[in-house]
């Protein structure tokens, strides 16, 4: 399988409160897993959530499949309790993704639509690797 960059860095600040570092420690990582749609091949995701140099979290996800499609950045993320949630280009469709974080694993789905109608549904099923 061939990998194909998704991309890209996004930031959130880093929040004071003990709740809000908790919620961050437990969604940084690195987090693999397969994703399945009716619609496209089924792959793999590795999505990565680091703290960069200021403590801002910053993500990065790649696809890897027989047939990875051309991606934009990840946009948007965002990380609110233990809901996830992203945007980006896909292919030339927008996709939004979103997921919730329970005990070490991250499910989630997706939607891309172009001209403003879904085209494309997925779900994905991604386990934490690493912290």
């Not at 996004?10 to 987090?31: H, K, M, N, Y």
């Not at 009716?38 to 996800?61: H, N, W």
């Not at 946009?75 to 993704?97: P, R, T, Y």
């Not at 694993?105 to 403003?116: D, F, R």
Request: proline residues 8%.
């Amino acid at each position: 399988m061939r990998p194909a960059l998704l991309a890209a860095l996004v930031f959130i600040p880093l929040t004071t409160s003990p709740a809000q570092r908790d919620q961050a420690a437990q969604a940084l990582g690195v987090w693999e897993g397969p994703y399945q749609s009716e619609m496209v091949p089924p792959g793999t995701l590795k999505l990565t959530i680091v703290r960069d140099s200021t403590r801002a979290l910053q993500a990065t996800l790649e696809i890897f499949s027989d047939q990875p499609p051309p991606a934009g950045p990840v946009k948007d993320f965002k990380l609110e309790g233990n809901k996830i949630s992203w945007s980006q280009e896909i292919a030339e469709m927008v996709c939004l993704s979103s997921g919730t974080i329970t005990s070490g694993v991250l499910k989630g789905s997706a939607e891309c639509s172009q001209n403003g109608a879904v085209v494309v549904t997925a779900t994905f099923l991604l386990e934490r690797k690493k912290s």
